[in-house]
């Protein structure tokens, strides 16, 4: 009846319970107790809510809570001090340094704005309505725009301003302030006293000091102002024979044995006069029987080389090594090219000098057109990149042609005398229309080496160049002027010599001289060596083949030495 009792629905206890509760069972069991302090959770929780709803102060340097970002640039709550610096976080931003606005500016804007602004402390901002820096010395110069004078005027007056007092021991030589201002031994002014006496040693060498120094100025300004006085010699038998004709009259039988040309093989006559090396020969023009050399012992002389081959006339009118020589069409004239930076205007019976061109550069060849009718027409390439045209009957330049890079080596007719091709130190061809300043074809590639030489083939069609990189090349002279790769001359050595090319009358045989001095010769079909000739001792600068003698040939070298060169007898 008890256990049923102890069921009843009354009691909420199971027999569980007061088994675990029950003495018998389990060990006693104490109440647990906190030593903290009461903490009122409630205030807590409304102080937290409080602190991180509320804006922070800025005098405050201790936050005693994580902070959120728009607590952090939030503005400043209350009014601001009238004079206090304007605080980046105010205000609208868009960078958490502040306010930045794109502004689209040229590098040189930024660049002059820049450097104004560190030179002159001043510069515009991007929109140009205000000035940041040093508004007082603030103009609207920048260090780009200003000018010179103020350039100066500036740097002297920030030196001055910077400059420090001088002290009035500076004044005294003899104290060290002195020293440090003059930057000199206060010994250095002339010293008071008595003038000291040479003696008889010391008077003889200040008076040949003198004599010395005077004899050299007389010999420098006599240079300067003396112009050298053409002078010519004749060394023939007559200057007209017993017809009245003159001594440069061509063969009234002068004509080709034959139009085919053979390569020579045997020197059948030397022509010596010169004392230093030859420059360049020329033949007469249609005849040859007359040949024009240019030596660098500043002469100039012609030979014949039909009858006597002896010197006929000396020219002597440079007084520097002569560059370069020209026939006129008829031969009746001849210019030359001399390193005195002149170009004279010869005539070749009298040998006076017609006239005298100068620009006071060094030409470095010169050419007169072929058109009969143009034959006062003189173009000269100088050593300062220009092509510089002539006027021979006013003595006016009429055309400059300046566009190269480089002295100007070369100048060559084509197109009927239309138009010429120059070559250049640029390592260039360019075409010029003649009388128009302008390049109508430019020729140019990274593989090309300068051509101090150019010639024509007979039938005007191809053009030969030598190269420096001891090749010959062959241009087209059509509308396109394109390099023929097929054709191409190589095997002699020319680096660094302007050693003529030439083309043999009937077109079938290709002429050059090298550095070696010898004389090479290729078929013009086959571009095959066909034979070489040692020539010279030295360099064999020129050659020329001869107009109506087709197995004849000339050459000259830096030797002095000018050769004549047949293919059978003579």
């Not at 200057?239 to 045997?266: F, L």
């Not at 520097?320 to 390193?339: E, H, N, Q, T």
Request: hydrophobic fraction near 35%; glycine fraction near 6%.
């Amino acid at each position: 009846m008890d256990l049923l009792q102890s069921y009843a629905p009354g009691d909420a206890s199971s027999p569980e319970d007061e088994s675990l509760s029950s003495p018998d069972s389990s060990p006693l069991r104490l109440p647990t107790k906190s030593a903290a302090p009461a903490v009122d959770e409630t205030a807590l929780a409304l102080s937290v809510a409080a602190s991180t709803s509320r804006p922070l102060d800025p005098s405050v340097h201790l936050v005693p809570f994580n902070p959120t970002a728009d607590q952090l640039w939030a503005p400043v709550l209350g009014p601001q001090h009238p004079h206090a610096p304007i605080s980046s976080a105010s205000g609208h931003r868009n960078h958490k340094l502040g306010h930045v606005e794109d502004a689209a500016l040229l590098p040189f804007l930024f660049d002059e704005q820049y450097n104004t602004f560190h030179r002159f402390g001043y510069a515009s901002d991007p929109s140009g309505l205000q000035t940041i820096g040093d508004t007082q010395a603030a103009n609207p110069d920048t260090v780009y725009n200003l000018p010179p004078s103020e350039h100066k005027r500036r740097r002297i007056q920030s030196k001055d301003d910077n400059q420090e007092p001088v002290p009035p021991e500076a004044d005294n030589p003899a104290a060290d302030e002195w020293v440090v201002h003059n930057k000199k031994s206060p010994w250095a002014g002339v010293r008071e006293g008595p003038p000291v006496e040479l003696t008889d040693e010391q008077k003889q060498y200040a008076e040949a000091h003198a004599a010395k120094k005077a004899e050299k100025e007389a010999r420098g300004e006599g240079k300067e102002k003396t112009e050298v006085v053409a002078k010519t010699t004749f060394h023939g038998k007559e200057e007209k024979d017993y017809q009245g004709r003159s001594w440069i009259t061509p063969p009234k039988d002068a004509k080709a044995a034959n139009e085919r040309c053979y390569i020579p093989k045997r020197c059948v006559h030397e022509w010596v006069g010169h004392t230093k090396g030859v420059s360049a020969i020329r033949f007469f023009p249609k005849y040859g029987h007359l040949l024009l050399s240019a030596s660098m012992d500043c002469k100039i002389k012609i030979w014949d080389v039909l009858e006597s081959k002896t010197c006929m006339r000396t020219y002597m009118g440079h007084n520097k090594a002569v560059r370069d020589i020209s026939f006129c069409s008829d031969g009746s004239k001849f210019l030359s090219a001399g390193y005195d930076r002149n170009i004279q205007y010869w005539d070749t019976e009298t040998g006076q000098v017609i006239s005298t061109f100068s620009t006071g550069k060094v030409p470095y060849v010169v050419k007169l057109n072929p058109d009969e009718d143009k034959q006062n027409i003189l173009l000269a390439g100088m050593s300062d990149k220009k092509i510089v045209q002539w006027d021979m009957r006013s003595g006016e330049i009429t055309q400059e042609y300046d566009q190269h890079l480089g002295a100007v080596n070369t100048i060559t007719f084509v197109d009927n005398n239309r138009r010429f091709v120059t070559s250049s130190d640029d390592k260039s061809l360019r075409v010029w229309e003649y009388g128009i300043p302008v390049v109508i074809k430019y020729i140019s590639e990274p593989h090309m080496h300068s051509m101090p030489s150019i010639a024509v083939h007979p039938n005007s069609n191809w053009l030969a160049a030598q190269s420096l990189d001891n090749q010959i090349l062959i241009y087209s002279t059509k509308e396109r002027f394109q390099l023929n790769k097929k054709k191409r001359f190589a095997g002699h050595i020319v680096a660094g010599y302007a050693c003529q090319v030439s083309f043999s009358p009937d077109g079938r045989f290709v002429m050059s001289g090298d550095g070696e001095g010898s004389c090479w010769f290729w078929d013009w079909k086959s571009c095959r060596r066909f034979k070489t000739l040692k020539c010279h001792n030295g360099v064999c600068i020129g050659c020329e083949w001869h107009p109506l003698e087709t197995s004849k040939v000339a050459t000259c070298g830096w030797d002095g030495v000018i050769k004549y060169w047949c293919s059978g007898a003579w």
